[in-house]
């Protein structure tokens, strides 16, 4: 009989708080289960609530490793991205949050992590060793990202300008970035306004794309980031969006 490969949990000898502020969290049996009854609930949420339509539903992932990329408008993006996702793939799938606002306090740092299973970016604080932790987790876990290469919310309505951070994340892997369009969100919920207003979402969901042949170097970052780009503002209804503040920040994004 071949020897059991045991591999310890990435997140072994955390204690809880930084377990759930970590990116090495590993959900265990009572997260998974709240991220998974959660996702049941968000599926009711916006059917009823929001009548999410999805289209171009054929390009959305069965299974990790993925990453999900859209522009960024309200804090329901992450949530309505992940509504369409396979159930059972949910806890694998991971929101890029801002560190800064989503991990500093108590009952935000619960929400974002045990219910959104979201984790931290620090854009404060960033370091090439945390960009590397999130390639690595998303390669080697495997798992799903699901990011705003813009890196916050607009204020007003017009996209922000995408930052390359991304391909910091999937330059020279195999990994597919599904490229995605939400309107309606800002309508819900814009920035400033506390509880969700009943508009209609959509998302429009293109090909996949991939970047194993683009090098893992500052070139291939930019490069990756601009072909992204390019592919989410193709979504936006009566055609592309025109670019906003120009990108020169190497942010991932995150921050729903």
Known sequence: MDDFDLKPAKDLGLNPWARLSSVRRESGPFLGAVHTAWAAVGRVYFAVWHRLRVIGREHLPAKPPFVLCSNHASHLDASALADPLPLGIRDRVFALAAGDVFFERTFATVFAAGFINAVPVWRKKRTPKALQELR?????????????PEGGRTRDGNPLGFKPGVGMLVAGTSVPVIPCHLSGTFA?????????????ITIRVGPAVSFADVPNTSRGWVTAGRVIEERIRALAPGGPLKAGVPANEAWPGGGY
């Open 136 to 148: 690595e987790k998303l390669v080697n876990t495997p798992c799903g990202f699901i990011l705003f």
């Open 188 to 200: 819900a919920l814009p920035a400033g306004i506390r509880f969700p207003r009943p508009e209609r």
